[in-house]
């Protein structure tokens, strides 16, 4: 079954660095998403993706916050001044359309310290 | 303010037993999604639905959407079934493409 994929599974970094989380979506998949989930929290959208432009971002997706798809398959988040408050698990998810089933990576943990 | 809600919070159950997941949304969607979450972290897409009912082994998930509820059924419980279950709608407020919301989650704990 096809599956999105996200490395790393956890990443730990210095507050103030850049980090960039990387994911791999279904591959006939047209809309790619970013999530993440703060420890004990819901899940909270930060920025769909299609047509090789943002389409959406929530106001979570600040400056700090860019995304990329370098190449046909990857598709990337980076946060190039991490903060303390950045420590979540992110997660990837694409669909084949705007409306169409969800699927998600196994998540990227990311801890600032 | 809580677009997505979920009950009970917090569920224990023993092995075998059926099981009633609630979610209750206040705005108007195009799609809402039961999503199941392991202690691990990764999620995985259970059923989207648009109305009616879907099943898919000891899985049900029915949407009424007038009430704007939804629940998720798991017959027959057992301890592998122990996670968290999410509900997601997807709603599309003005200027928007389409979002998905989540809710809290239920965590769902079957003793064997």
């Known amino acids: 079954e096809p599956e999105v994929t996200q490395t790393p599974s956890h990443q730990v970094t210095q507050m103030g660095q850049e980090v960039i989380l990387r994911c791999v979506p279904i591959?006939?998949?047209?809309?790619f998403y970013w999530y993440r989930q703060i420890l004990g929290q819901k899940v909270e959208f930060l920025v769909s993706f299609y047509n090789n432009e943002i389409s959406e971002k929530s106001e979570i997706f600040d400056d700090q916050f860019s995304v990329e798809r370098p190449d046909g398959s990857n598709f990337t988040l980076k946060i190039r001044s991490t903060k303390l408050e950045d420590s979540a698990m992110y997660f990837c998810?694409?669909?084949?359309?705007?409306?169409?089933?969800?699927?998600f990576g196994q998540g990227t943990r990311l801890t600032v310290v | 303010k809580n677009e997505v809600e979920q009950s009970p919070q917090n569920l224990t159950a023993q092995e075998g037993e059926f099981i009633t997941i609630n979610c209750s949304y206040s705005v108007g969607i195009s799609a809402l999604h039961w999503l199941q979450q392991h202690p691990g972290g990764g999620i995985v897409s259970l059923f989207m639905?648009?109305?009616g009912k879907k099943k898919h082994g000891r899985l049900i998930a029915t949407i009424n959407i007038q009430e704007k509820h939804s629940s998720l059924h798991i017959t027959a419980s057992h301890p592998r079934d122990s996670a968290v279950y999410i509900c997601?709608?997807?709603?599309?407020?003005?200027?928007?493409?389409?979002?998905?919301?989540f809710g809290k989650g239920t965590k769902l704990s079957v003793k064997p």
């Open positions: 997601a709608v997807r709603y599309y407020p003005a200027g928007s493409q389409g979002n998905l919301i």
């Open positions: 639905l648009s109305s």
């Open positions: 998810a694409s669909t084949q359309q705007g409306n169409t089933e969800a699927f």
């Open positions: 591959s006939n998949h047209l809309y």
